[in-house]
């Protein structure tokens, strides 16, 4: 498991490690013709990359045209229930929030999937709180047999679940699974998860392996930024996704750049990153791994996410709705936190075109494996 690895590391050097890289080290990385290391990475998210970041986005912009070439790929999110057992202190649906829950049945999800259609989408990704009993596997299966005929390619982003529980969703057809560790930060973490199944940090942690284990298509990694020091936090998913392709070769993987936003009942962020840093991140990141697909939500200003479609970005969601029923059934009830980009996804789909890119709607299809 990851965690024999990830325990090897001491997070305060690995701190200092970064934070110590010179102009050298940046230019030294930058220059390189063989695959970038960990070193390399801890470089181009140092302060000291700060100075490079019109060189870095060149850098970045080269080897995702040369990978990926110049498509982004959309994405909806598909709210089905707030029931969450979890209490985590920086989002809109933890457990001491006293909001309305609600949980999509048959019917609704099946509105809400007609609603999705017509924007154009055959890429679905479904999102639920952490409430096993509630939405747990067998809700997930059924929700899956309900969307099958109208959507090529189901992601989901839910609790973590054990292998076998893997293993029966994606013989249903789910191709893509997204589990963001929030923190790496052993000791901090707790603070933010103080109750329910999410705050064991080493069944979180492992969550990827049990992925790999089942032989799942994809899976998405990430941080919440905002929640401790991005550079450190950043270089512990680097190093995770570094030991999840060596072990699980055979399945994609992604990288999300979540940052804070507003939400009933939440804490202020604790470290604010700049727009200026995700972008050192984002271009950080394609450098490092010229593979890894880097995704976007609409969580970022319609301001960012126009300068951003040209410097590593592969996919971007467009249109979303961050509370069940949002599209059709029940669209006022509470969101998970605010969006930012609000824009519709025929919008976003002329913004990419006149970027000179192609907005792709649909992922893959099963025939190609």
Known sequence: MFTQLFDTYNREEIKQSIYSKTKADVEHTLNKTTKRNLEDFKALISPAASYYLESMAQVSQQLTQKRFGKTIQLYIPLYLSNECQNICKYCGFSLDNKIKRKTLTNEEILKEAKAIKTLGYDHILLVTGEANQMVGTPYLKNAIRLLKPYFSHISIEVQPLDQYDYEELIAEGLTTVLVYQETYHREDYKIYHPKGKKSNFNYRIETPDRLGKAEIHKMGLGILIGLEDWRTDSFFTALHLNYLEKKYWRTKYSVSF?????????????????????????????IFNEEVELSLSTRESENFRNNIIK????????????????????????EQFEISDERTPQEIAQLIKSNGYEAVWKDWDKILM
């Open 258 to 286: 979540p940052r804070i936003r507003p939400a009933r009942g939440i804490i202020e962020p604790k470290v604010i990153m700049t727009d200026k840093e995700l972008v050192q991140l984002i271009c950080a990141y394609r």
């Open 311 to 334: 410097l590593g970005i592969t996919s971007m969601s467009a249109g979303s709705k961050t509370n069940p029923g949002g599209y059709e059934v029940e669209k006022q009830s509470l």
